[in-house]
């Protein structure tokens, strides 16, 4: 038989998470894969990139159950069906489709959230037109670059989702780390976390010389999506650098800024305050390859003209 599309993989997912049991994912794909009947050749087939294509679609399949609600993950790396998964397994047992999925609280969310992605990067496609595209006649470098960008948002999701799960120390540590593979301190022996009782509104700090003359003061919030940072925050964290001498710092969140907030921080030239969201957060992690590995490379050719001129 054919892979199956990822969509045609939904009740599959859920079929087999019936039982309640917490599957660890990358078992999960596996014995999804088992009970399809591939051939060998099916099994092991690759994308251009090097990537097996049925573990891909067994993925994508659900990760995209997981966004609409029918699938938690109930501990790092596990999967385990919800109440929900379980009434819309009951409901459409002739078939969950993709167009369902986007029509449940979780899949309009995780659309929006795709969309805002593309808008602040001022992207050519939203997460509607890059799926379009796949039945469009649509040249294959702009069909690459709508799935590189589709890949991109379901990782910086992910990458959200882990971090406000993990207790608030280790956002200070992963925003020391995206600071230093930036360029910021000569060293990790340069950054020092200052979170927790007495840390006087910051939670770390960067010494850009040796005799930390020059420091950069940060504070990392590991707030919910629909809790976005205000301006009396701001304000407070501005005084704390004030306080420290400093000139400059960094307030990081897993959340968003209200228009007030970043008001705030630009409306004082000292201490300079540079604000970055949940979205430019997981952007950096991706570009520092942090909390990441790189799957798969892909080559793109185009003819070199220079080869056939005289």
């Known amino acids: 038989m054919a892979i199956p599309k990822y969509s045609e993989l939904f009740n599959t997912v859920l079929q087999g998470l019936t039982d309640g049991r917490e599957w660890r994912a990358k078992d999960f794909y596996e014995h999804i894969i088992d009970g399809l009947g591939l051939s060998e050749a099916e099994r092991t087939e690759k994308f251009g990139g090097g990537g097996n294509r049925a573990l891909g679609r067994a993925y994508f399949a659900c990760e995209s159950l997981y966004q609409a609600g029918a699938l938690a993950r109930p501990k790092k790396g596990y999967l385990q069906i919800t109440d929900f998964g379980r009434n819309m397994l009951a409901e459409h047992s002739e078939g969950i489709s993709a167009a369902y999925l986007r029509t449940t609280d979780g899949g309009k969310d995780w659309t929006r959230r795709s969309k805002e992605r593309a808008a602040s990067r001022k992207s050519k496609f939203d997460a509607d037109e890059a799926a379009e595209l796949i039945e469009a006649d649509i040249p294959p470098d702009e069909l690459i670059d709508a ?46 976390l200052l979170g927790g009782p007495g840390d006087e509104g910051v939670d770390g700090v960067i010494n850009q010389d040796q005799l930390g003359l020059d420091q950069i003061y940060v504070q990392a919030k590991r707030y919910k999506e629909d809790s976005p940072i205000g301006p009396a925050v701001i304000q407070g964290f501005i005084g704390a650098v004030h306080s420290k001498g400093a000139a400059r710092g960094v307030f990081i969140t897993t959340s968003r800024f209200t228009p007030d907030a970043r008001k705030a921080a630009a409306k004082l030239p000292q201490p300079r305050i540079i604000l970055v969201d949940g979205n430019q957060l997981a952007d950096l992690m991706l570009e520092n390859e942090i909390g990441v590995t790189v799957n798969k490379v892909y080559k793109v050719y185009k003819l070199d003209e220079n080869f056939f001129e005289d």
Request: no cysteine; charged share 35%; aromatic share 4%.
């Open 147 to 192: 799935g590189v960008i589709r890949l991109r948002d379901t990782v910086a999701t992910e990458l959200l989702d882990r971090i406000r799960s993990e207790p608030p120390r280790f956002l200070e540590e992963v925003v020391l780390k995206v600071l230093h593979s930036m360029g910021y301190g000569k060293g990790e022996d340069d950054m020092t």
